[in-house]
C-alpha cells in the first residue's frame, strides 16, 4: 500500500471495511499521501502523512467550520474521519477534472467562480492580523536562511525591502493558502475546491498571489473576472509589494529544495518582479 503506514492502514480499514485502492493522486514532493478508494458505500479520498505533516493539521483546521458554506452548496468535500494524531482523514470523493491541467484555467467565468467562492471563505471570519503578518515575516526570513539559488546581492536587497517595510496590518481571514486552478475541480461548468493543506488565518491578499504570479500576469482579463465575482479588492500597494516578496521568497527557495526546477524559475522572476 502506498506509504501508509500500519497504523494508518489499521484506522482506513476500521474506516471504510473493505476498501480498494482506485488511483494514488499524490503529488510526491512532500510525504502526503492521496489515494483515492472505492468502498461498498462510495468513493473517497484519503489524505495521510508523517508525525511532522503540518499540512494534514491544516485540513483538519480548515474542515472544523471553515469550509461548511462551500460543502453545504456541494462546492468542497465532507470530511467523514479523521486521526490527528496518526495524520490521516477521509473526506468524500469529488467528481471533475482539475482546471490547471486544461483551458479552463484561463476560463474568465472559472476565475468569477473562484472569486465568489474565495470571498465566502474569507467572510467566514476576521481577527487583528498583526499576529498573521508577524508570523509570515518570521517565516520568510528563514526561507532566505535555508538552501537556496537566490543569488547573494539579491538576498541582501530582500532583507532591506523586508526590514524597511511598514504598513499596517491587514485582517486576517480563513485563507486557502494556495488559490489557484491546480486546487480547482471543474465538474460540467462548477467550480469545486480540493486541499486544505495551506489552510490558516492571514491578510485575504495572501490568496491572490498565486493567480497574479501565474495567469493573472499574462490576461489581465482573468484577474478582472476574478473580482467581479469576489467583490471588492482589499489589496494596498504597500502591503502587496510585502505579500509578492514573501511569496516570492518562498517559491524559489521551497522548489529548490524538492527539486522543482521550473517552479523555482517563476519564483527567481516573482522575485524580481516584486523587486522592480
Known amino acids: 500500500m502506498p506509504a501508509l503506514t500500519p497504523d494508518q492502514t489499521a484506522a482506513l ?22 489515494l483515492r478508494v472505492r468502498t461498498a458505500g462510495g468513493e473517497y479520498v484519503v489524505k495521510a502523512g508523517g508525525p ?38 477521509v473526506v468524500d470523493y469529488l467528481p471533475g477534472v482539475l ?6 484555467a484561463l476560463d474568465p467565468d ?43 546581492a539579491t538576498v541582501r536587497r530582500l532583507r532591506d525591502a523586508l526590514g524597511a517595510a511598514s504598513v499596517d496590518p491587514p485582517p486576517a481571514v480563513p485563507t486557502h493558502g494556495d488559490w489557484q ?29 498565486r493567480l497574479a504570479a501565474q495567469e493573472w500576469r499574462t490576461d489581465p482579463d482573468l484577474e478582472r473576472a476574478f473580482f467581479e465575482g469576489y467583490g471588492d479588492d482589499p489589496r494596498t500597494p504597500e502591503h502587496w509589494r510585502l505579500v509578492r516578496l514573501r511569496e516570492a521568497i518562498a517559491t524559489a527557495a521551497w522548489a529548490h529544495q524538492v527539486g522543482d526546477e521550473q517552479f523555482e524559475e517563476q519564483g527567481h522572476r516573482m522575485i524580481r518582479e516584486a523587486l522592480e
Do not use: C
Request: charge should be negative; avoid cysteine; proline fraction near 3%.
Open 52 to 89: 511532522a505533516n503540518h499540512h494534514i493539521l491544516r485540513e483538519l483546521q480548515a474542515h472544523d467550520g471553515a469550509t461548511d458554506v462551500w460543502v453545504a452548496e456541494g462546492r468542497a468535500a465532507r470530511l467523514r474521519h479523521a486521526d490527528a494524531a496518526l495524520r490521516i482523514l
Open 13 to 34: 480499514a476500521s474506516w471504510l471495511p473493505g476498501f480498494e485502492i482506485a488511483a494514488d493522486l499524490s503529488w510526491g514532493q512532500t510525504d502526503t499521501v492521496v
Open 110 to 152: 472559472v476565475h468569477r467562480q473562484a472569486g465568489e467562492l474565495l470571498r465566502q471563505l474569507h467572510d467566514e471570519a476576521s481577527v487583528d492580523g498583526a499576529m498573521a503578518e508577524e508570523a509570515a515575516m518570521r517565516s520568510a526570513l528563514r526561507w532566505l536562511d535555508t538552501t537556496h539559488r537566490i543569488a547573494p
Open 99 to 104: 482546471a490547471g491541467s486544461t483551458p479552463a
Open 181 to 209: 486552478p491546480r486546487n480547482w475541480l471543474i465538474d460540467d461548468g462548477v467550480v469545486r475546491v480540493i486541499d486544505f493543506g495551506r489552510f490558516a488565518l492571514r491578510a485575504a491578499a495572501t490568496d491572490f498571489a
